[in-house]
């Protein structure tokens, strides 16, 4: 069963437009959303979060919406440059009610391939 | 202030073998968390450590095993590899294992 969903394998966006990247999860128990961006080879670097207390988050380029009633969060890059090409993974965490199992563990999406073109 | 430092960077083991695989946490990060990365099944949960208890564990088989030190400092250990044990090994730290974790640039390790 998984968990946190990133249904788009891949996306094109010309550079200087919007990157519009999308997550879907099912465990309402989740409370706290991450974006992270990885170059094969590398470990995941943390780009932005948001928890469910919130439903927008933005730093520089980044913002992070939450529709919780969803389930749903988007990562919006605005504008879009050739160096944020790379695979873009979604995860979500208990932070507010952690606890038994959900120590420490982040539960990832399958990540989403972002090509922006000059 | 330094990041996630994980060693080696890459090793090539032959099936049967074991390995140990190391990891020093951001100063001050208390949490440490290990996943396992590949191609068909992503990056997937292994086990969490917190002032050297194990609070957490993923679906692996006992061959996959961990530690923490009093320093934070974490190491996993794979015994009996497996072709199938191929894979980019994460380590992240947190202060406390709810909120942002932070990567480390990973291991890279093969079995033959």
């Known amino acids: 069963d998984q968990q946190v969903k990133q249904n788009s394998p891949s996306l094109s966006v010309q550079e200087g437009r919007i990157s519009i990247l999308n997550c879907d999860y099912t465990n309402s128990m989740f409370d706290y959303f991450l974006w992270y961006k990885k170059y094969p080879a590398e470990g995941p670097t943390f780009l932005i979060s948001i928890s469910s207390i919130k439903d927008k988050n933005e730093d520089g380029r980044f913002t992070v919406f939450l529709n919780k009633s969803a389930k749903h969060l988007s990562l919006h890059i605005v504008p879009s440059q050739p160096g944020d090409s790379a695979v873009y993974f979604c995860a979500a965490n208990r932070a507010y009610n952690a606890g038994g199992t959900s120590y420490g563990k982040l539960t990832f999406g399958q990540g989403t391939i972002l090509t922006v073109h000059p | 202030k330094a990041g996630v430092t994980q060693t080696p960077r890459y090793l090539i083991k032959t099936r049967g073998q074991q390995v140990t695989l190391s990891c020093s946490p951001i100063s001050g990060h208390r949490s440490v968390s290990w996943y396992q990365q590949t191609p068909g099944q992503g990056l997937q949960f292994l086990f969490e450590?917190?002032?050297?208890?194990?609070?957490n564990k993923g679906n692996f088989p006992g061959r996959f095993s961990g530690r923490q030190f009093s320093n934070s400092r974490s190491e996993m250990n794979v015994s009996t590899l497996e072709l199938g044990d191929s894979a980019l090994y994460l380590c992240?730290?947190?202060?406390?294992?709810?909120?942002?974790?932070?990567f480390g640039q990973g291991t890279r390790l093969t079995v033959v």
């Open positions: 450590y917190f002032s050297e208890t194990q609070r």
């Open positions: 992240a730290s947190s202060l406390r294992g709810e909120t942002e974790a932070f």
